[in-house]
């Protein structure tokens, strides 16, 4: 049976699954939801501020929207080649995994549009890895991230004022500005001094920066 539209304030549901090809809002305040999974082809938005939801996981190739300010979301997958937006306010988010080519985020200057945005002021968040062909900006003031790894042939701002970021790698030939707030204090790091990545003035290769 097909069905466009689950809204739930239950306060214990654990687990929403479908496969449905025509879904297209998935909506919910509840405080113990752990888990979403979803092949649905159709998919429009999926909003919650479940306070416990630990996994989304979704191959929908037309998801536009996910909205969440669930204090302990630990994972958000997707292969979907439309996603448009993903928000999250989360504190504890770990992982994100994106191998959509056409994600879309737009700043809240609106200075950046039709491409990829990731912007997190998560404290916790440890991992982004992506081989998205179109990301073009990360912004992070994440005090705790210790990885980012893009092959993206498009990137072309790196922003973070993590002070425990310890390695940035990327293979993206388009590269054109890494500013870091740890950059005046490690201006003597080799891979800075000689702009193996980032230096605004040199087209990056393929690197890294170790961030003592």
Same mark, same amino acid.
Request: no cysteine.
């Given at each position: 049976?097909?069905?466009?539209?689950?809204?739930?304030?239950?306060?214990?549901?654990?687990?929403?699954?479908?496969?449905?090809?025509?879904?297209?809002?998935?909506?919910?305040?509840?405080?113990?939801?752990?888990? =979403?999974?979803?092949?649905?082809?159709?998919?429009?938005?999926?909003?919650?501020?479940?306070?416990?939801?630990?996994?989304?996981?979704?191959?929908?190739?037309?998801?536009?929207? &996910?909205?969440?300010?669930?204090?302990?979301?630990?994972? &958000?997958?997707?292969?979907?080649?439309?996603?448009?937006? =993903?928000?999250?306010?989360?504190?504890?988010?770990?992982? =994100?995994?994106?191998?959509?080519?056409?994600?879309?985020?737009?700043?809240?200057?609106? &200075?950046?549009?039709?491409?990829?945005?990731?912007?997190?002021?998560?404290?916790?968040?440890?991992?982004?890895?992506?081989?998205?062909?179109?990301?073009?900006? %990360?912004?992070?003031?994440?005090?705790?991230?210790?990885? %980012?790894?893009?092959?993206?042939?498009?990137?072309?701002?790196?922003?973070?004022?993590?002070?425990?970021?310890?390695? =940035?790698?990327?293979?993206?030939?388009?590269?054109?500005?890494?500013?870091?707030?740890?950059?005046?204090?490690?201006?003597?790091?080799?891979?800075?001094?000689?702009?193996?990545?980032?230096?605004?003035?040199?087209?990056?290769?393929?690197?890294?920066?170790?961030?003592?």
């Amino acid at each position: 049976m097909f069905f466009l539209h689950i809204h739930t304030t239950d306060p214990h549901l654990t687990y929403i699954y479908t496969t449905d090809p025509h879904l297209t809002y998935i909506y919910t305040t509840d405080p113990h939801l752990t888990y =979403i999974y979803t092949t649905d082809t159709h998919l429009t938005y999926i909003y919650t501020t479940d306070p416990h939801l630990t996994y989304i996981y979704t191959t929908d190739t037309h998801l536009t929207y &996910i909205h969440d300010t669930d204090t302990h979301l630990t994972y &958000i997958y997707t292969t979907d080649p439309h996603l448009t937006y =993903i928000y999250t306010t989360d504190p504890h988010l770990t992982y =994100i995994h994106d191998t959509d080519p056409h994600l879309q985020k737009h700043s809240a200057n609106r &200075i950046l549009m039709f491409f990829l945005h990731i912007h997190t002021t998560d404290p916790h968040l440890t991992y982004i890895h992506t081989t998205d062909p179109h990301l073009t900006y %990360i912004y992070t003031t994440d005090p705790h991230l210790t990885y %980012i790894y893009t092959t993206d042939p498009h990137l072309t701002y790196i922003y973070t004022t993590d002070p425990h970021l310890t390695y =940035i790698y990327t293979t993206d030939p388009h590269l054109t500005d890494i500013h870091q707030a740890l950059k005046k204090q490690n201006h003597e790091s080799p891979a800075l001094r000689h702009g193996t990545v980032g230096d605004p003035l040199k087209p990056a290769g393929s690197g890294l920066i170790v961030v003592n």
